[in-house]
């Protein structure tokens, strides 16, 4: 019962509600590994099924029979047909997998489609930043992309090594200083899919999060049309206007940039936060809460946060907050 208890805990432990499973496929790229992953299974469970049905046999057909001890089995030095039997058959399977792996490299690592929508992929310790070129859009943490639409990014790093990872859309792909990579697909399923810093990068690897957002062409376009969109300044005397002169006299002036009122380009660009659904890298959801948690202690929520305590008071906490959830 103790050894059941463990299992069922072990296994339990990989559920969650948005697992990062690579086992449901929502693009072709994902597809293509998919049926690697299948093709190599079914094959490898097919062997093992075969050649443990012949040990079994064997074992209950030439097993030691009572009264019958003393007899010795006859005793064969080899089998020519039976061994290039084993020897091929391993051989054409390999074969096979070798064909489908080769196919599926080349299509994988194969340059995208002239017309693919480009995102330019960011990897800082720790929260990602995507950029569209082509839209004039700068984003981070939440990477949009319009259904049956294919998407090349081009995948830097502005410190060290991470790996870019939506395990449902495509393969994880290196994101190396000083060195550009690329990846493409083309997502098929609407929908919010998780995903995860693939290499380790320093103290907050686990906590380096981020979103995947599949929409319709039409909720896409609304999207961009939004993010073109300059921010609405806040109304005289109110809490969001106090927020946005907190703002400007403390040093998040430095390092973010809010459209119209700040460039700084060391954290995330600020200027529709309150689009997004999560903050922090990820780790926190976007709302008043945990928005003004992670303002009052930035490191205490994620180890090694390069944006300090910057000890504010509650009610410049307060203010912030108001003119933020404003940043839509």
Known sequence: MVALAGVAMV????CSVDPQTTLAPQSGFADKIQFLLKLTFFMGAGVFVVVEGVLVYVLVRYRRRRGRE???????HGNNRLEITWTIIPTILLAVIAFFTTQTIFATEAPAPANAMKVTVIGHQWWWEFQYPTLGI?????????VNKTVSFTLESADVMH???????????????????????????IGV???QCGQYCGTSHANMRLLGVVQSQADFNTWVAAQKAPPVAPAA????????????SEPCIGCHTIQGVSSGTIGPNLTHLASRSIIAGGILKNNPHDLAAWLHNPPGEKPGSIMPNLHLTNQQITDLVAYLTTLK
């Not at 003393?70 to 064969?76: G, H, K």
């Not at 700068?138 to 319009?146: I, L, S, Y």
């Not at 005397?237 to 400007?248: H, M, N, P, R």
Request: glycine share 10%; proline share 10%.
């Open 237 to 248: 005397g109110t809490l969001a206007a106090a927020g946005l002169a907190t703002f400007k």
């Open 70 to 76: 003393n007899e010795m089995p006859v005793q064969v």
């Open 163 to 189: 790996s870019f990872w939506l395990p449902r859309l495509g393969g994880k792909r290196d994101v190396i200083p000083n060195h550009q990579n690329s990846l493409w697909w083309t997502p098929n399923t």
């Open 193 to 195: 899919t998780p995903g």
């Open 138 to 146: 700068t984003t981070a943490d939440e990477v949009h992309m319009p």
């Open 11 to 14: 296994a339990l432990s990989g």
